[in-house]
Structure formats: structure tokens, C-alpha cells
């Protein structure tokens, strides 16, 4: 699947790449965007993924492993 973004939409996923620590290519961060997206509405049933981890605002000191 092609998928072309217009400039705006862009901008908002390289500063999600690198609010998520700009580790992830476009077409990832694009996947995980969406996989979020899906989740959050009821599309998809929400599930920790295992390469993923616990986001940042989950995180504090009784979940400190």
C-alpha cells in the first residue's frame, strides 16, 4: 500500500518519531500511529506490544523494574 501525506501530516508524524525517541522509520512510526489510533476507538482490542514497552506517562516508581 502507497501512501502519500500531505506536508502538515508530515510534520506531525516526524514529531512523533521524535517525541518516541526517533528510533523508528516513517513507515513504523506511521504503523504504530495507527495501531494507537485503532486501539484507542475499539478498532482493535488494546494490548501492550512486547517491543514496545511502557509508554512514558505510564511510567513511575512502582512499575520501576
Excluded: T
Amino acid at each position: 500500500m502507497l501512501v502519500r501525506l500531505q506536508p502538515d501530516l508530515l510534520r506531525a508524524l516526524d514529531m512523533f518519531i521524535d517525541r518516541s525517541g526517533g528510533r523508528m522509520s516513517r513507515p513504523e512510526a506511521l504503523r504504530l500511529a495507527f495501531r494507537e489510533w485503532a486501539e484507542s476507538l475499539g478498532y482493535l482490542p488494546h494490548e501492550l506490544h512486547a517491543e514496545e514497552g511502557k509508554r512514558p506517562e505510564e511510567l513511575n516508581a512502582s512499575n520501576d523494574d
